[in-house]
């Protein structure tokens, strides 16, 4: 019997089809799956014509040299004016960009004419301050318009920018800041959060002693805190708020790099993934344009990610504007300075799409129904979620007391590597299940291999790769193109190797397991830690479930799971004893935890990724490892006081 690759445990049986009204309205329909299966190319061609293209291209995609492809070769386009000019061009200046909500309810309405304007001025403003096509920016800011502005100024001279999360570290800011090479840092003072203002100046400030390539810092007021003034320093006030508004948008290549993501993965130095122009936009726009259905005359689209992750690259900045969305961007934090503020802005502005991750509605769940139900969400038409596999049942509570049983649920699987939502429903064709993002969207090829680079069958698991180039796709890691290659190319021959676990049902729809990385081995099974969670948290009494596997002399390694409890239920030992049951009733003993322990918190990433490996130190007593992405970096020392003092 061939050794299993990945175990399938649980078993989901609900299905929400589309409600007929939105079927009959959907931008996209199934005809689109035909379509690209009958020719991805002539596909992925026709996406590339719904933007403005100033030199149509010679081939559509290059692959003679994989894995580093070329797409749309010989064509040219501004990235910036694909977002803004053309809309302007359109007649749709007075329409609102983005609704900004400050964290204390400060706020404006900044409509394509205006943020255009600023755009052009921020342009001006780089290229007088000697930012030339190619030179690399880095950008640390709050979640702010001038951040949108920042980086579409940036793609309108073919500088590519490099955002670092506002917030991350000095050693962080300054290896990224080397790496990419950069020459211009754009922060601000600082933001707003948990009520306060948050520095950021400081963070660059001791980045730029140390790294001599940094000439010039730009820095937007928002907090009016003090700050120290250096001779490099400039104020975005006085530089762009005076700078000239004409500038034409100079086209580009399709393959000119666009921005430099990093991503820290667990081990190694960040790798800086780099994406270009044509192709890039090309699937941010389709896939925001069909994924969310987005109708730019009448909806309100909020995606609640930061900027600096690629979520909010690619669903804040690139694909919503390239379609004319009219969008909120929120400043601060979930609870300030209230446990509804969410709400209350979906009330406010009366969203109609949403796109957020499940650790906000894990979250949600724990503080309690009543709070979304004090506020009116029936604006709501559509809602999203990104970043982690989403337990079954917090799927369930997202659509019932957010959807009120009606917005479609798009699970939305994608990477900083794939640069857009490679699998997800379509709303208004797909009938959904709670915990699958289900299919590749058209013109995508996704499979589920063992070890052998075999196709698993329906009911197996294994390992998710891509089969083929898609436009969106990473071109290389930063400076490193072999790194490139032995990350994403070398598992598998020919194909993208994710670094996720996957497992196909019945229907053939895909179920993504969690990083390979932090699969359990007990006993000789594989077993997932998105499965175990899920069936944690299908337990009335579980909000957020994290488990590892700890080396075990018996079974080889033991599942640990860490659980957060909702509202005010207290724990005990026959309720830790009912949890570990539950979970074997529901996934079979072998996936039984060894030991539940109840925390008050997760140790999160900025983008609310649980990082397992540190759960796993605590688990094997050891001490605890690299904390420096942490989104809060004292959570761990909380985890294990809270720990020692319930022992
Ligand atoms: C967009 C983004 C990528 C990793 C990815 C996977 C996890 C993201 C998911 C999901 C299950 C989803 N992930 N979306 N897992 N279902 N809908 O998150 O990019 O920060 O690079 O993370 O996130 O593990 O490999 P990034």
């Known amino acids: 019997m061939p050794q299993e690759t990945l175990a399938n445990l649980l078993t989901e049986d609900r299905t929400f089809p589309p409600a007929p009204e939105f079927t009959a309205s959907a931008n996209v329909t199934e005809a689109a799956y035909d379509e690209a299966a009958a020719d991805r190319l002539a596909f992925w061609e026709q996406q590339a014509r719904r933007l403005d293209?100033?030199?149509?291209?010679?081939?559509?995609?290059?692959?003679?040299?994989?894995?580093?492809?070329?797409?749309?070769?010989?064509?040219?386009?501004?990235?910036?004016?694909?977002?803004?000019?053309?809309?302007?061009?359109?007649?749709?200046?007075?329409?609102?960009?983005?609704?900004?909500?400050?964290?204390?309810?400060?706020g404006r309405a900044v409509t394509y004419a205006e943020l255009l304007d600023e755009v052009k001025r921020a342009a001006n403003t780089l290229t007088d301050l000697g930012v030339e096509a190619g030179d690399r920016v880095v950008i640390y800011m709050p979640m702010i318009p001038e951040a949108a502005v920042a980086m579409l100024a940036c793609a309108r001279i073919g500088a590519p920018h490099s955002v670092v999360f506002g917030g991350f570290s000095v050693e962080a800011l300054a290896s990224r800041i080397d790496d990419a090479g950069a020459k211009l840092v754009i922060t601000a003072d600082g933001g707003f959060r948990r009520g306060k203002p948050n520095a950021l100046k400081p963070t660059v400030d001791a980045a730029a002693e140390r790294c001599p390539g940094i000439e010039k810092v730009l820095v937007v007021r928002r907090t009016e805190q003090d700050v120290d003034w250096?001779?490099?320093?400039?104020?975005?006030?006085?530089?762009?708020?005076?700078?000239?508004?004409e500038h034409a948008a100079q086209p580009f290549d399709a393959e000119h790099p666009l921005f430099i993501l990093y991503t820290s993965g667990t081990t190694?130095?960040?790798?800086?993934?780099?994406?270009?122009?044509?192709?890039?936009?090309?699937?941010?726009?389709?896939?925001?344009?069909?994924?969310?259905?987005?109708?730019?005359?009448?909806?309100?689209?909020?995606?609640?990610?930061?900027?600096?992750?690629?979520?909010?690259?690619?669903?804040?900045?690139?694909?919503p504007l390239s379609n004319g969305a009219t969008q909120v961007m929120y400043e601060g934090t979930p609870d300030t300075p209230h446990k509804g503020r969410f709400w209350?802005?979906?009330?406010?502005?009366?969203?109609?799409?949403?796109?957020?991750?499940?650790?906000?509605?894990?979250?949600?769940?724990?503080?309690?129904?009543?709070?979304?139900?004090?506020?009116?969400?029936?604006?709501?038409?559509?809602?999203?979620?990104?970043?982690?596999?989403?337990?079954?049942?917090?799927?369930?509570?997202?659509?019932?007391?957010?959807?009120?049983?009606?917005?479609?649920?798009?699970?939305?699987?994608?990477?900083?590597?794939?640069?857009?939502?490679?699998?997800?429903?379509?709303?208004?064709?797909?009938?959904?299940?709670?915990?699958?993002?289900?299919?590749?969207?058209?013109?995508?090829?996704?499979?589920?291999?063992?070890?052998?680079?075999?196709?698993?069958?329906?009911?197996?698991?294994?390992?998710?790769?891509?089969?083929?180039?898609?436009?969106?796709?990473l071109r290389t890691i930063w400076g490193d193109d072999q790194r490139f290659l032995d990350t994403y190319w070398s598992k598998f021959d020919g194909m993208y190797f994710a670094g996720d676990g996957a497992k196909r049902d019945d229907d053939g729809d895909l179920w993504l397991l969690g990083r390979v990385d932090d699969v359990m081995l007990v006993s000789g099974h594989n077993i997932s830690t998105t499965e175990v969670e899920s069936a944690l948290v299908?337990?009335?009494?579980?909000?957020e479930a994290a488990v590892v596997g700890a080396s075990d002399p018996v079974t080889g390694q033991g599942i640990v799971a860490f659980t957060i409890l909702r509202g005010d239920i207290e724990s005990s030992p026959e309720h830790l004893q009912e949890l570990r049951q539950h979970v074997a009733n529901t996934l079979g003993p072998i996936a039984k935890p060894r030991q539940i322990m109840v925390v008050a918190e997760l140790p999160k990433t900025r983008s609310g990724k649980i990082m397992r490996r540190l759960l796993r130190d605590i688990a094997e007593n050891r001490?605890?490892?690299?904390?420096?992405?942490?989104?809060?970096?004292?959570?761990?020392?909380?985890?294990?006081?809270g720990l020692s003092a319930a022992a």
């Open 53 to 106: 293209w100033t030199k149509d291209w010679d081939s559509v995609l290059d692959w003679s040299n994989p894995p580093f492809a070329k797409w749309f070769t010989g064509g040219e386009l501004n990235v910036a004016a694909n977002c803004l000019d053309r809309h302007v061009d359109a007649g749709l200046g007075e329409r609102v960009a983005i609704h900004f909500e400050g964290e204390s309810g400060d």
């Open 230 to 245: 250096n001779e490099r320093d400039l104020w975005w006030h006085e530089t762009v708020g005076t700078a000239s508004n």
């Open 268 to 319: 190694g130095k960040p790798k800086g993934i780099l994406h270009t122009s044509g192709g890039y936009l090309t699937q941010t726009s389709y896939t925001h344009h069909a994924v969310f259905d987005l109708k730019p005359e009448s909806d309100v689209y909020w995606c609640t990610a930061d900027i600096g992750w690629v979520t909010g690259h690619s669903y804040i900045v690139y694909g």
């Open 344 to 473: 209350e802005i979906i009330d406010k502005y009366q969203v109609t799409s949403l796109y957020t991750a499940p650790t906000l509605i894990r979250t949600f769940m724990k503080w309690g129904d009543d709070i979304p139900a004090g506020y009116d969400l029936s604006s709501l038409r559509l809602l999203g979620s990104v970043g982690e596999p989403i337990n079954p049942e917090a799927w369930i509570w997202y659509r019932e007391h957010v959807g009120k049983g009606k917005a479609p649920i798009v699970d939305t699987w994608w990477q900083t590597e794939t640069g857009a939502i490679m699998v997800s429903p379509l709303p208004g064709v797909t009938a959904t299940k709670p915990g699958s993002a289900q299919r590749p969207l058209p013109g995508i090829t996704v499979d589920v291999v063992d070890d052998e680079a075999k196709s698993v069958p329906n009911g197996g698991g294994g390992f998710l790769t891509i089969r083929d180039p898609w436009p969106s796709m």
């Open 538 to 543: 299908s337990h009335d009494s579980v909000a």
């Open 623 to 641: 001490e605890i490892g690299d904390v420096t992405t942490l989104a809060d970096n004292t959570v761990m020392t909380r985890i294990k006081e």
